[in-house]
């Protein structure tokens, strides 16, 4: 006796909601996501197992590298443009259009105020040019130092909703630290997060 054959029918899926999907949450992921910008110096944080989260929005981020070498960053290119733009003017040192274009783009500035405009012709060697440099936090004929500086002009621009951050790598030396947090509480800057990389309780 023959076999009998079962007619095969076509299978069809309609994905028009499928891709309907798919452009949302790609719309949305777009509209939310922070995209990270490359810093300065690279900074390996220690670890911790605190999990008390840095505040987004509104925080200047102090940096300091292995070698003690301190840069500062705003979070938003507007801030970080008027930050930049306040110390300019603070110091006497004038910033082309571009210049400034190139202040607001930045994750975070490293240098003597005397060498601000160079640092920020370099465009998009910025970071490799200041990467050796960093801010001096040596005070000069008694005044505030240019860390403080740029600290006080973040508050000026941003108000006491303003948080500070430190970010230190696991490696800088324990002086630098602490002359770092010696200026800050000489400008009653007592509060700060520091930020850390997350460990688990179990590690050693």
Known sequence: MGKVKVKKADVWIDMTPMSDVMVLL???FMLTSTFVKNEAVKVVTPGSVSEIKVPETNVLTVLCD???RIFVGMDNPRRMGELVQGMADQYGVQLTK??????????T????????????????RLNEYQASKGIPTDSVDGKMSQFQDWVKMARDNNGSEMKLAIKADAGTPYKTIKKMMSELQDMSENRYYLITALKSNSED
Do not use: H, R, Y
């Not at 571009?98 to 994750?107: H, L, N, S």
């Not at 500035?109 to 998009?124: K, R, Y």
């Open 98 to 107: 571009k210049q400034f274009e190139t202040a607001q783009g930045a994750a």
């Open 26 to 28: 790609l719309t949305f």
């Open 66 to 68: 292995k070698n003690g």
């Open 109 to 124: 500035i490293g240098v003597n105020m005397q060498d601000l405009a160079t640092a920020l012709s370099q465009e998009d």
